[in-house]
């Protein structure tokens, strides 16, 4: 079965860190760029961070610049989204996807993993 699976979500203080994972199963992640979105309640989904299928460029929202570090281990066959100094506004879930070279749309994408920051 094709899928990605995150993991590492969870409640956590503001200023604290989480590592969240994704995971692929059933296909190589060295050709996919990944994605980490989030959606909070109420909220459209938002993009927070990408990293690139070759060199690792990355991406990375305003929002969470300088607080969160995306990277991928192609031999785990795993992306990781470190995040750092979490604030409340950050609480959401959050869903890994992959885009295939040159395409325009996303073709996998995981069931998604909460995180809460609250005190």
């Known amino acids: 079965q094709l899928q990605l699976v995150e993991s590492g979500g969870g409640l956590v203080q503001p200023g604290g860190s989480l590592r969240l994972s994704c995971a692929a199963s059933?296909?190589?992640?060295?050709?996919?760029?990944i994605c980490w979105f989030r959606q909070a309640p109420g909220k459209e989904r938002e993009g927070v961070s990408c990293i690139s299928s070759s060199v690792g460029n990355t991406y990375y929202a305003d929002s969470v610049k300088g607080r969160f570090t995306i990277a991928r281990d192609n031999a785990k066959n795993t992306v990781y989204l470190q995040m750092n100094s979490l604030k409340p506004e950050d609480t959401a879930v959050y869903y890994c996807a992959a885009r295939g070279t040159g395409r325009a749309s996303y073709e996998y994408w995981g069931q998604g993993t909460q995180v809460t920051v609250s005190s």
């Open positions: 059933g296909f190589s992640l060295d050709y996919y760029a």
